[in-house]
Each structure stands twice: as C-alpha cells, then as structure tokens.
C-alpha cells in the first residue's frame, strides 16, 4: 500500500537527506519525481546530486531536458504529473495529493525543522492526507540519529 514518510530535517541538508533516499530508491530500481517550488533550489539539488559523492553515480535530470522519460530520477516544478513513477518526493513545500500518493509506491515529504512556516505547512500536509485515508509516518532526526515519531494508518 501507498504510504507518505514525512522528513522533519533538524541536522541535515535537504541535498543530503534527498541524496540517501533517492540513493537506496535507484538501489530498488524505482523510479522517482522530485518535486519543488523554486528553480534556483532544483538546480542546486540538481547540481548536488552530481558533486555529493566522488565515489557514486546517481542518474537524474532536470525537466525540461531531451531525455526525461529515460530519467530514472526526474527533478521538476511541483506540477509535474506522477504517472509513471514508482516515488515521489517533494521538497520545500512542494504539494502531495492523496490521488499523487495512490499513484505511486512511496511519498516522501522533506521540511526544514528549523523553519515556522515549513512546519506548519507540514502539519496541514499531514492532515490532509491522513484526512483523506493516506496511511503516513513522521520521521525526525531531532536526537541526531532518525526515529519514527508518529504513524497513522489513514
């Protein structure tokens, strides 16, 4: 069943944490959109995913491009459909619906703990989709290491 992971960054990056999901996904072969509300943000990550790690090779590309369908990790504007894709993450507040979390394997929603407004747009995220019967689990990195915090069947 379809579940959203909700990410409450507190240590690390959103790069970075986007880096270790999106690495253990492309382990599994799925494939994932990433999706976000700021260009200049999805061209950092962009950038991030290249440079992060010397010793690994993580296949993505910005929308846009002239091989998007080949993507295995397609980083795009938060209107980019989902169909086709086994995951979705969003970032920087980027939108989730409950027929986007059907549609797909996995959901993750990444937010910056050290941000009011980040949040408590989370927590409306949070009750939308538990709301509308999406099953969800909230993770935090507060103590330094992640812990599953919260869960709710839907």
């Not at 091989?67 to 989902?82: K, N, R, S």
């Amino acid at each position: 069943m379809s579940r959203v992971l909700f990410y409450h960054l507190t240590h690390n990056s959103a790069e970075a944490t986007a880096a270790t999901l999106l690495t253990k996904a492309y382990e599994r072969e799925m494939r994932v959109l990433v999706r976000g509300r700021d260009a200049d943000r999805l061209s950092r990550l962009d950038t991030s995913l290249w440079t992060m790690h010397d010793d690994a090779f993580l296949p993505h590309g910005l929308r846009g491009g002239d091989f998007d369908d080949d993507q295995p990790i397609l980083i795009g504007p938060e209107d980019t459909a989902v169909a086709g894709y086994g995951a979705v993450m969003c970032i920087d507040g980027a939108g989730v619906t409950a027929n986007d979390v059907s549609l797909v394997q996995r959901a993750w929603i990444l937010f910056d703990g050290r941000d009011p407004n980040a949040v408590q747009h989370a927590r409306g995220q949070w009750k939308d989709l538990t709301g509308a019967g999406v099953p969800a689990e909230y993770w935090s990195e507060e103590s330094g290491r992640w812990e599953k915090k919260a869960q709710s069947d839907g």
